[in-house]
Each structure stands twice: as structure tokens, then as C-alpha cells.
């Protein structure tokens, strides 16, 4: 089992920029593929990024590419999202989450993004 905490969310104006942390402790957090997910207020969850192991593959929402570059430092157990150019439409409480085979397992609760227009 993994444990997830994100942080690095705040108020940001649009055009800016932030970066996110996901910290992962209990079994090892290279075993996992990693993922970000968002949840803007009324709307389902959807999918931003994710990567896999090694963080060798990377993969992007269509609504962030070429904004938004997921990382990863398996000597640190920690997962990133940068997020440049922020719009208001990035609005969300973005969580981090880890697969090991076919389904997204394991959820952090979660930072909130507030894009200022």
C-alpha cells in the first residue's frame, strides 16, 4: 500500500505558474505508475497526466499539453505537475493517484488550484 499527500496548490493569477508535489510513502514508490487528476467545482474528475515507472513515458490531457509537465523522482518518493500558463479553467482540486496494474488504486486528498482571471 502507498500513502499520497499533495501540496503546492494556491491562488494564482491567469498566465502564471505553480507546481505541485505529490509525496508517496509506504511500499515502493517506484513500483507504481503515477497519475494527476482535477475536479472543478460541479464537474466529474478527469484525467490531466500521468507517467509510468521510471518516468520515462509521460502522457497529457489534450486541455494541458504543452502546459502542464509531469515528473518524477523515485529517490525521493515524489511525483511533480508544473503547470505553466495557467487559465482560469484550471480551476480545480487537483490529486494525485498511483496505479500498480489496471485501475488507479491509491488517491491523495487532494490541493486546491484557484486560477484568478
Known amino acids: 500500500q502507498v500513502q499520497l499527500v499533495e501540496s503546492g496548490g494556491g491562488l494564482v493569477q491567469a498566465g502564471g505558474s505553480l507546481r505541485l508535489s505529490c509525496a508517496a510513502s509506504?511500499?515502493?514508490?517506484?513500483?507504481?505508475?503515477m497519475g494527476w487528476f482535477r475536479q472543478a467545482p460541479g464537474k466529474e474528475r478527469e484525467w490531466v497526466a500521468a507517467l509510468n515507472w521510471s518516468g520515462g513515458n509521460t502522457m497529457y490531457a489534450d486541455s494541458v499539453k504543452g502546459r502542464f509537465t509531469i515528473s518524477r523522482d523515485n529517490a525521493k518518493n515524489t511525483m511533480y505537475l508544473q503547470m505553466n500558463s495557467l487559465k482560469p479553467e484550471d480551476t480545480a482540486v487537483y490529486y494525485c493517484?498511483?496505479?500498480?496494474?489496471?485501475?488507479?488504486?491509491?488517491w491523495g486528498k487532494g490541493t486546491l488550484v484557484t486560477v484568478s482571471s
Open positions: 509506504g511500499r515502493a514508490f517506484s513500483s507504481y505508475a
Open positions: 493517484a498511483a496505479r500498480e496494474l489496471e485501475s488507479w488504486d491509491y
